[in-house]
């Protein structure tokens, strides 16, 4: 298997552009969960779904970010409008089931820098 | 006061020492993890955990779920080991993450 998938690897784009960042989990595999690593505030959980479904959004930092599952193969996480303090890391994770009980397999990550 | 605290924030080594860095926590919580971070950026799960102790190689995680605490131990360190070690506590829900202990082992 080729691991979780993340694209763009790179996103450099302006203020109050849209961005989304996308995410195929390990086939398999019924959870998928975002974060977003800055220097100031490390790893953050934003999103998690369970079978395609959205479970915990509570990370999500604002209106400006909503995130997609519509099917067991694919998510995105999109902010609009997009703000420089939205610059980070942000990665995808994905694992065989719920949250705290099975391992997390995490992609490559995507560096989103908002000038 | 953070609910997953780690420390030493950074360590250096030198190639052969042994290795400790800790990991408390406040919540209750399901699991216990151990992430890498290499300097590329990409993220490893290295251990969950979530009572006793697991072994891997030259890495040994351990638990104590009455304590809230955790242990990562690298035995005869390698300067490959150098990377941001991040220990994370999960519920049925959430993760939590520490802020990471960087360690460089110098040959």
């Known amino acids: 298997d080729a691991g979780v998938i993340q694209s763009p690897r790179h996103e450099v784009t302006e203020m109050g552009q849209e961005v989304t960042l996308r995410c195929k989990p390990i086939s398999g595999h019924n959870s998928l969960f975002w974060y977003r690593q800055t220097m100031m505030r490390g790893l953050e959980l934003l999103i998690y779904?369970?079978?395609?479904?959205?479970?915990?959004d509570s990370g999500m930092p604002e209106d400006r970010f909503s995130a997609k599952m519509p099917n067991a193969s694919f998510s995105t996480l999109k902010i609009q409008p997009s703000e420089p303090r939205d610059s980070a890391v942000y990665f995808c994770a994905s694992s065989l089931g719920v949250a705290g009980l099975y391992e997390q397999y995490f992609g490559p990550g995507t560096r989103l820098t908002v000038t | 006061k953070n609910e997953v605290e780690q420390s030493p924030q950074n360590l250096t080594a030198q190639e052969g020492e042994f290795i400790t860095i800790n990991c408390s926590y406040s919540v209750g919580i399901s699991a216990l993890h151990w992430l890498q971070q290499h300097p590329g950026g990409g993220i490893v799960s290295l251990f969950m955990?979530?009572?006793g102790k697991k072994k891997h190689g030259r890495l040994i995680a351990t638990i104590n779920i009455q304590e809230k605490h955790s242990s990562l131990h690298i035995t005869a360190s390698h300067p490959r080991d150098s990377a941001v070690y991040i220990c994370?506590?999960?519920?049925?829900?959430?993760?939590?993450f520490g802020a990471g202990t960087r360690l460089t082992v110098k040959p």
């Open positions: 955990l979530s009572s």
């Open positions: 779904f369970n079978n395609n479904v959205p479970i915990d």
């Open positions: 994370a506590v999960s519920g049925n829900n959430d993760m939590r």
